[in-house]
């Protein structure tokens, strides 16, 4: 194929152009004569030069200053400190534009107790943003504090249609005093504190455990993955654990709970089918506290059959402060104020500082939060000063009521 195309070109080029006929040409002349051909043709030739000029040289105006702008998507929103970025030096300036923090729980450096220190923020607040990892949190690393024994315990579990359940034991051990972390009362006024929704977040959870006291009780969600992983971990930490009973709220299904919400027209054989599942999740747990439930809270016969079952197997009841008049359990008790509403640390220190007020006054009271990372940090830097100011930092298990005491 290419040696006959090569014999072609060279064929052709070696022969003379054929003569061009001047009769061809002389229509075109004629016409050229005429002024607005004439005129347009020279137009034409002055736009193919320039157009060959510049295809040559280049842009005759490459040389001449030249601006440009940027144009950006506007920011998001800054998103709430984590722990790090609330208490650490590079976040100081958080205060300025805060109210007054009570003098008691400062320290003499004019810092939280405990000591400021750094990190990078990392956690996207307040709602289900996850964790990249522990460097959102500036608290120490706690070492573990009189290990509680490991779960379960015999004689305090039987079988059930969807794994072990808590039950009194036939000597009359009960979960809600053998799992609960041991207290023994200096005479000091008590303060509480229990931090939930755990275990969907490894790092929050893993911060709670290992970054906070012994004596704050820690309350798990159902439906953690490796939540007995979690709940072994955090009693090897010397925690008492709960678990936590999704209740209907306000505006179910849309506000939901999820999968097994107690529901407040459900009725006790609904409400018995749902604790069989939700109780089974794991071991170790000395009682069980509300996840929502405004609506719940309603109804007489379901909430008398959370009670009823509850007592039967042993178990405590704490609630966030909204089911202070539904008695009924083994053991009770009701949170005198949730500690993390607003989400900033001199809120949730005010919150501190009214519990301690409120303790001292009636002698023992019970906060609540969420694993927020800067109510973690906020409470761990919080609890290391409580000594000092005259209280005693307790289990939330030591403020729990048994019926008729």
Known sequence: MFAKRQSALAAAAGAPPEPRSRLAMEPV???LKKPPV??????????AAAALFVAVLGDPRAGAPTASAVLERPTAAAAAPTGAEAFGFSGLDIYQDLGPIDPALMGEDGGAQGGFGGGEALITLPDGASVASGQGFSAPVRAPSSPLPPAPIAGLFQPGPNGPLPRIAADGRVPAQAYARPFRSNGKPMVALV??????NSATTRAAIERLPAE???SF?????GLQTWIDMARAHGHEVMIE????PTGYPDNDPGPYTLLASGGADDVAVKLDWLLARAVGY????NYLGDRFATSDEGVTALMTNLRQRGLAFLDDGSMRRRPGAFARASADRVVD???????????FNALEAAAKTHGAALGTGFSYPVTVEAAARWTAGLEARGLQLAPASAMTRRPGR
Do not use: D, K, N, S
Not at 38 to 47: K, M, P, S, T
Not at 221 to 225: D, G, L, S
Not at 245 to 248: C, S, V, Y
Not at 286 to 289: A, D, S
């Open 221 to 225: 969600v159902p439906y953690a993955e």
């Open 195 to 200: 931090v939930g929704g755990l275990g969907l």
């Open 245 to 248: 009973l999704p209740m209907e």
């Open 286 to 289: 000395f009682g069980v506290t």
């Open 29 to 31: 002349l004629t016409a």
């Open 341 to 351: 509403e607003e989400q900033t640390p001199a809120a949730i220190l005010r919150q």
């Open 38 to 47: 004439a005129a347009g043709a020279a137009g034409a030739f002055v736009i």
């Open 216 to 218: 704050v009780t820690l």
